[in-house]
């Protein structure tokens, strides 16, 4: 694959992997806020084999750097084959541009592998770098015959870098729970309505009968807990998306390299587990990622991905929760509709209109979808 230009006496590269830049310089770039920039995340998908040969998802990290080689910019990319794992659907693009005779894979994907969390995708030691970046992503699908670029889930701070770029903006709806201070989860049931309170404290006594939940983190989640949790991944990738995104070994890996930024909860029947949920600690967020069961428990799905969240994210003093893509089900939980946005680069400028049209319709759809939706929240009116 060839590298971008040099500009302006930055040099402009792409390299093999996150693993072949230093960690403390990466990070240092990426900050702490979010787990999954960090290079113990990426790495750990490039290590475990979740991303590379064979996966349709090719690590391309563009990096900026001066003459003494010094990192001073970075974005997590990778060669893309399909538009599988990536939570923003572009499937009718592709049909679209192929119908047209073009070829819309391999395109670049500047993203967290699998993650539908909301994060910074330009890594900056200064801003004023962010449009050579940008401009090195333009030219690397150009060099090498890609059709367009992605940066998917970009923390609303850095829109505008995408936007004075000239990259096109698309907006959707995730469900987010914000913490407005809550002392328990009594504190926060007392803002809902009298009967969504009613109905969350008995989901929450179904899904709890005769189950014990623990919240493992760091050093406590053994190789045995990621076996179980395994099983549980398995049969929901395998529901879901037909095979799962991630190897066991990913699961090792990430454990090993930033296990305290990571709550595991497990439910067991007897000494059997039965369900988890795996979740990130960020600086201000809690993440919710995978879920799965080998039994079926009613309300369990509820309990574990979202009640207990909110509980890890009061008891820790987080600012929200994310729990994940779609889930118009969280609605009625307190979780409320929050725009998420994702821009696009389209080489070609017949197929680049197109895409503008087809944004500036679905931007107006999302809008109205979420203003429908934030009137239904289960919160007490006028409160």
Request: with cysteine.
């Amino acid at each position: 694959m060839s590298d971008a230009p040099n500009e302006g006496g930055l040099i402009v590269r792409i390299a093999p992997s996150v693993g072949s830049f230093d960690a403390g310089e990466w990070n240092a770039l990426g900050g702490q806020d979010n787990p999954f920039v960090s290079h113990e995340f990426l790495t750990a998908m490039e290590d475990s084999g979740s991303v590379g040969p064979g996966t349709g998802w090719e690590p391309a990290p563009i990096a900026i750097t001066d003459d003494a080689g010094r990192l001073l910019a970075a974005m997590p990319s990778y060669a893309k084959g399909h538009s599988q794992g990536e939570y923003v659907f572009d499937h009718s693009w592709a049909d679209a541009w192929h119908r047209a005779g073009g070829r819309y894979y391999p395109k670049l994907q500047i993203a967290a592998p699998f993650t539908p969390a909301t994060g910074p995708r330009l890594l900056l030691s200064d801003p004023s770098l962010a449009p050579h970046l940008l401009k090195g992503a333009e030219a690397v699908c150009l060099q090498n015959g890609m059709s367009s670029a992605h940066a998917t889930f970009i923390a609303p701070e850095q829109l505008p870098l995408f936007e004075d770029a000239g990259w096109l903006l698309r907006s959707d709806i995730q469900f987010h729970w914000f913490n407005r201070g809550y002392a328990s989860f009594d504190d926060f049931l007392a803002a809902l309505s009298s009967r969504k309170r009613k109905d969350l404290r008995k989901e929450r006594a179904a899904a709890c009968e005769g189950l014990t939940i623990r919240h493992l983190t760091g050093a406590e989640i053994r190789e045995e807990h990621w076996d179980a949790f395994w099983v549980f991944y398995q049969d929901t990738g395998a529901r879901k998306w037909g095979s799962p995104y991630l190897t066991r070994e990913a699961f090792s890996l990430l454990s090993e390299r930033m296990g305290d930024r990571i709550v595991l909860i497990l439910a067991y029947a007897g000494d059997e587990p039965i369900a988890g949920a795996l979740n990130f600690v960020g600086k201000d967020a809690l993440y919710g990622r995978y879920w799965g069961c080998t039994r079926e428990v009613r309300f369990l799905h509820f309990e574990l991905c979202y009640y207990q969240a909110i509980d890890i994210a009061i008891a820790r003093g987080l600012n929200r929760v994310e729990a994940g893509a779609q889930g118009g089900h969280k609605l009625a939980r307190g979780y409320e509709p929050v725009k998420t946005w994702s821009a696009h680069w389209i080489a070609d400028p017949g197929f680049r209109s197109a895409v503008a049209d087809f944004l500036e319709r679905e931007r107006a759809g999302v809008a109205s979808d979420q203003l429908y939706l934030g009137g239904r929240t289960p919160f007490k009116k006028g409160g």
